[in-house]
């Protein structure tokens, strides 16, 4: 199972992105895939979870209102759809694979994803 984040990249405040995660290897609608972002000197951070279908979503609660997670209707692609971006949200994003949503107290925990994309960089300028 492998997994490639990408579009990522510098964008100003109040700006918009939206990242992508596609999968090789295997089918990516067996997967729920969870997002994550680690900003520099701080821990690994759950943002979303879309469950296979895509029929279910959940965001962690600071996460709620500008983050929106999809997938595209043949099902190959996840989206992470980020909206008003703040320097705060500086951070490598990564998604993440399993085959349903594992959420601790609401927030996708990421000791429970076995299967990691590399990682795309969302840099935020004021």
């Known amino acids: 199972v492998q997994l490639q984040a990408s579009g990522g990249g510098l964008v100003q405040a109040g700006g918009s992105l939206r990242l992508s995660c596609a999968g090789s290897g295997f089918s990516l609608d067996d997967y729920a895939i969870a997002w994550f972002r680690q900003a520099p000197g701080k821990e690994r951070e759950g943002i979303s979870c879309?469950?296979?279908?895509?029929?279910?979503?959940f965001y962690a609660d600071s996460m709620k209102g500008r983050f929106t997670t999809s997938r595209d209707n043949a099902n190959t692609t996840v989206f992470l759809l980020i909206d008003s971006l703040k320097p705060e949200d500086t951070a490598v994003y990564y998604c993440?694979?399993?085959?349903?949503?594992?959420?601790?107290?609401?927030?996708?925990?990421?000791?429970?994803?076995?299967?990691w994309g590399q990682g795309t960089l969302v840099t935020v300028s004021s």
């Open positions: 879309i469950t296979s279908s895509g029929r279910s979503t």
């Open positions: 993440a694979a399993n085959s349903i949503c594992r959420l601790q107290v609401g927030v996708p925990d990421p000791n429970k994803y076995p299967y």
